[in-house]
């Protein structure tokens, strides 16, 4: 199969950091007691249709509701249901489930499920997919006829699933692949090219990844539904808003979302929960994830029960003299993780524990900088290892139109000339001629700015004063699908329950 080679302009390399993730996996026991959030991954909170002090098996339904977007949710180990509890995350708050586990390591098979899953009807490929509660994987689930996505398989014109590994730490493809892994993984691509046939679909990862790129050419030969491409990994190509025009050539609907072009983005890991739900029987109760950063005192995957406690995940793995800032999934974009109570859930892909720094240098821009990165490569770190920590280095200083954060930014937009108006209060709709609304949040502005502005603060703060001010994103001038659906999820308040309604 040939290998398509593609790029974006503007982006960034992150290269050379340390605490990088190694090929090591470790499985970590299942605690005591596993919280189950009800709302997990892509769509809406389900509710709870269990009982207090039933017991049950990992892998049984303890949440669903066929009649709003969303996907069931599962007890993740065996054992007794404790309690309903309200918990925050991240500033929201859920329904969980508490449950007692009785430390046995086995889960209920979904009925149906099958090696022989060519033979199976579409219409139960799909019922195991939702069953299985892997719909609600990435950023917009996988469309079934289950309400799954806010579009269904036959609108999907495009199936994406990227590798690139653009982040400053990524998940191992050796990890997730290894082995007979990858040929589990091209059953899964299969399957879902039968769920959804009137789609193509695209493998793109990264072309450092030679050998992986010579693998899929080779094993994906003569599939005509199917492409494979190379891709730099600059970040953020792994964002939906950068991969579907470097792949589709197509402009991304900025406000909305990849399904209302008739997209499904998926990575790696979610197309091999597809075929562990739909061959195994196996529904979605534990994530692999990584641990990257040099807080850790080795950086390795993990695959863990989802509804584990992240301080029961991170028990005796964190230096004991270093200082560190936990951080979700993504270094430059990432929740700062202030309780490791928060359990895992499906939407965890890695952890991360940087050195929080918070020295003061004397003129640290002066500073020959042996382990600290630089855009302009002005550090001599650009021949070392980096050392991704917390420290700015430097407080905020005078704009000096450098222009750095328009060469990398990946819309194409002129970011300091948006912060300008911001910053002077000019709230108007020039800010949307300037592109505002096409700032995918991925931060990278303000990872380059020599002077030490939140660049991309302000343009989040001139986009929300612009809403407030009724001048919401404008409509792509092109049909686009589940529109209605996509908004009344995004715009869905989060509504605490008292305690009472919670455990009757």
């Known amino acids: 199969m040939k290998v398509e080679k593609r790029k974006f302009k503007g982006g960034y390399r992150f290269k050379n950091f340390d605490g990088q993730i190694t090929d090591k996996i470790d499985a970590i026991d299942i605690p005591e007691r596993v919280v189950i959030p009800l709302k997990q991954g892509f769509g809406n909170e389900v509710p709870f249709i269990s009982k207090i002090g039933y017991t049950v098996q990992a892998g049984q339904i303890i949440g669903r509701d066929d009649t709003s977007v969303s996907s069931p949710v599962h ?33 209920r098979v979904l009925d149906g499920a099958t090696e022989n899953w060519e033979e199976l009807p579409t219409d ?88 992986w790129l010579t693998t899929f050419s080779k094993i994906l030969d003569g599939i005509d539904w199917l492409r494979l491409y190379a891709l730099e990994p600059k970040y953020p190509q792994g964002y939906d808003e950068v991969l579907i025009p470097t792949i589709l050539k197509r402009e991304f609907p900025h406000g909305y979302c ?27 109760i534990e994530r692999i994830i990584g641990f990257g950063g040099a807080g850790f005192k080795e950086n390795v995957h993990a695959k863990v029960r989802i509804g584990t406690s992240l301080d029961f995940i991170l028990k005796n793995r964190i230096k004991d003299d270093l200082e560190v800032r936990y951080i979700l999934n993504s270094a430059l974009t990432g929740d700062t993780i202030t309780n490791l109570s928060y359990p895992l859930d499906k939407s965890y892909r890695m952890l991360l524990a940087l050195h929080e720094d918070r020295k003061r240098y004397f003129i640290p821009f002066m500073n020959p900088g042996f382990n600290r990165d630089s855009y302009s490569r002005t550090f001599l770190s650009y021949i070392t290892t980096k050392r991704a920590e917390t420290n700015v280095h430097g407080e905020e200083r005078p704009h000096v139109s450098c222009g750095f954060c328009e060469e990398v930014c990946p819309v194409r937009i002129i970011p300091h000339l948006i912060y300008s108006h911001v910053e002077r209060g000019f709230i108007e709709d020039r800010l949307i001629d300037f592109g505002i609304y096409k700032c995918i949040d991925c931060n990278l502005c303000n990872y380059v700015c020599v002077s030490k502005i939140p660049i991309a ?35 869905k308040p989060v509504q605490a329950k008292d305690e009472e309604d919670e455990t009757s």
């Not at 918990?87 to 969980?96: M, N, T």
């Not at 499904?264 to 029987?281: F, I, K, M, R, W």
């Open 75 to 107: 007890a993740t180990a065996n054992g007794v249901v404790e309690k309903v509890v309200t918990i925050e995350v991240f500033g929201c708050e859920v329904q969980a489930v508490v449950i007692k586990s009785n430390g046995t390591k086995t889960w």
């Open 258 to 284: 990849s399904a209302n072009i008739g997209a499904t983005v998926l990575s790696v890991q979610a197309v091999l929960h597809v075929y562990d739900a739909v061959v195994e029987g196996k529904p979605l």
């Open 457 to 491: 603060q302000y343009i989040k703060e001139g986009k929300d004063k612009l809403i407030e001010e009724g001048l919401e994103p404008p409509l792509p001038d092109y049909d686009m699908k589940g529109v209605e659906e996509y908004l009344s999820i995004r715009e």
């Open 124 to 211: 139960k490929i799909e019922e195991i997919l939702y069953l299985s509660g892997v719909t609600a994987l990435d950023k917009e689930g996988i469309p079934t006829k289950f309400n799954s996505s806010v579009i269904t398989p036959s609108d999907v014109e495009n199936i994406i699933v990227h590798a690139v590994g653009s982040e400053v730490f990524n998940l191992s493809l050796s990890v997730l692949l290894g082995g007979e892994r990858v040929h589990n993984f091209v059953e899964g691509l299969k399957i879902l090219h039968k769920v959804m046939p009137n789609a193509k679909v695209h493998l793109a990862i990264g072309n450092n990844e030679k050998e």
